[in-house]
């Protein structure tokens, strides 16, 4: 998985790397999620990629190996984590990402592409490297629907957060004003819901990206 040759741009059918960081300040180095995708489009406005069913993925566990969503929220971000292999459930899912906006856009859709909902996953501007692209969640997101209706999602975990020491005040009120720019965008109906991306599939010669063994390595990071 590297770069194209002489370009900064990834061109379509390459595999990279998707992957978020750890939140508290002595996991901002470390990997805890880490999904192989392929490139679909990658221009100075977008990069979108595509996550295959079935594709083998690295994901947070509690160090018992318990969910992390089964934990109860009181405990969800202190209890000790590790991390596992598991292999992405259902659908596929497409990716889309504007260099300076602080979230990334995800299409769902049910069996026999029936199109679901888009999802407004909040996080840190993306960072590339050769191998991909790195990023840092941050908890709160939206869900828009066909119907142009949409919903504020996790707003318990972004709270929780703040209140573990996840967040800092100055941070949060950050994440919620560009929730908040997502949701001017959602009512006027801009990119990338007016783009028709709902209609896409993926070419049927791509083959599902392997997940390689360094995975969670420290690159040297380019610009976004």
Same mark, same amino acid.
């Given at each position: 998985?590297? @770069?194209?040759?002489?370009?900064?741009?990834?061109?379509?059918?390459?595999?990279?790397?998707? %992957?978020?960081?750890?939140?508290? =300040?002595?996991?901002?180095?470390?990997?805890?999620?880490?999904?192989?995708?392929?490139? +679909?489009?990658?221009?100075?406005?977008?990069?979108?990629?595509?996550?295959?069913?079935?594709?083998?993925?690295?994901?947070?566990?509690?160090?018992?190996?318990?969910? +992390?969503?089964? *934990?109860?929220?009181?405990?969800?971000?202190? @209890?000790?984590?590790?991390?596992?292999?598991?292999?992405?459930?259902?659908?596929? +899912? &497409?990716?889309?990402?504007?260099?300076?906006? =602080?979230?990334?856009?995800? &299409?769902?859709?049910?069996?026999?592409?029936?199109? %679901?909902?888009?999802? +407004?996953?909040?996080?840190?501007?993306?960072?590339?490297?050769?191998?991909?692209?790195?990023? *840092?969640?941050?908890?709160?997101?939206?869900?828009?629907?066909?119907?142009?209706?949409?919903?504020?999602?996790?707003?318990? *975990?972004? #709270?929780?957060?703040? !209140?573990?020491?996840?967040?800092?005040?100055?941070?949060?009120? %950050?994440?919620?004003?560009?929730?908040?720019?997502?949701? #001017?965008?959602? !009512? #006027?109906?801009? @990119?990338?819901?007016?783009?028709?991306? *709902?209609?896409?599939?993926?070419?049927?010669?791509?083959?599902?990206?392997?997940?390689? @063994?360094?995975?969670?390595?420290?690159?040297?990071?380019? #610009?976004?």
């Amino acid at each position: 998985m590297t @770069a194209t040759a002489g370009t900064q741009r990834w061109a379509p059918g390459e595999q990279i790397l998707w %992957r978020y960081r750890g939140n508290a =300040p002595d996991q901002r180095a470390q990997v805890h999620i880490c999904r192989p995708v392929t490139v +679909v489009q990658d221009t100075d406005d977008l990069l979108a990629v595509w996550m295959a069913p079935g594709t083998e993925c690295v994901k947070p566990v509690l160090a018992d190996g318990t969910q +992390v969503h089964d *934990e109860p929220l009181a405990t969800r971000y202190t @209890a000790p984590r590790t991390t596992v292999r598991a292999r992405w459930f259902g659908t596929g +899912v &497409l990716k889309l990402a504007r260099p300076a906006d =602080p979230w990334s856009v995800w &299409l769902f859709w049910d069996r026999g592409w029936e199109f %679901r909902s888009w999802y +407004v996953n909040l996080e840190e501007p993306r960072i590339r490297w050769s191998g991909g692209i790195d990023s *840092e969640d941050h908890f709160l997101d939206i869900s828009v629907y066909p119907d142009r209706s949409w919903l504020w999602r996790d707003e318990d *975990e972004f #709270a929780q957060a703040q !209140r573990v020491g996840l967040m800092d005040a100055a941070r949060a009120k %950050r994440v919620r004003r560009a929730g908040q720019d997502a949701v #001017a965008q959602i !009512r #006027a109906w801009g @990119a990338p819901f007016s783009d028709g991306w *709902e209609n896409w599939r993926p070419d049927p010669r791509w083959s599902v990206p392997e997940l390689p @063994a360094d995975w969670d390595r420290t690159p040297a990071h380019t #610009a976004p």
